[in-house]
Nanobody
Framework: QVQLVESGGGLVQPGGSLRLSCAAS????????MGWYRQAPGKQRELVAA????????NYANSVKGRFTISRDNAKNTVYLQMNSLKPEDTAVYYC?????????WGQGTQVTVSS
């Protein structure tokens, strides 16, 4: 059974930081591209950042470039999203996704709220 479990969300003030984690099980993690997506109320789910299976390639949405960093630890089957200089418009449910030849899988999401 494939499981992706996100953690690390919460309430933070503008300008603050959070680090999200996504722990995977039931897949050969090192063979999957991993991504972080977010969905704000009334909006479509959008890609925030993605990282290749080896970790050698990353890409980011323009809105988070220079503020967010995606990384992975294949030994721990975990992908991270370090979020700095958070803005109110970053408020959303954040999801991790695994993409591989055997299919795609989503986590259940973690809420991030940026508010003073």
């Amino acid at each position: 059974q494939v499981q992706l479990v996100e953690s690390g969300g919460g309430l933070v003030q503008p300008g603050g930081s959070l680090r999200l984690s996504c722990a995977a099980s039931g897949i050969t993690f090192r063979m999957y591209t991993m991504g972080w997506y977010r969905q704000a109320p009334g909006k479509q789910r959008e890609l925030v950042a993605a990282i290749s299976s080896s970790g050698g390639s990353t890409n980011y949405a323009n809105s988070v470039k220079g503020r967010f960093t995606i990384s992975r630890d294949n030994a721990k089957n975990t992908v991270y999203l370090q979020m700095n200089s958070l803005k109110p418009e970053d408020t959303a449910v954040y999801y991790c996704k695994a993409d591989g030849l055997r299919g795609s899988y989503w986590g259940q999401g973690t809420q991030v709220t940026v508010s003073s």
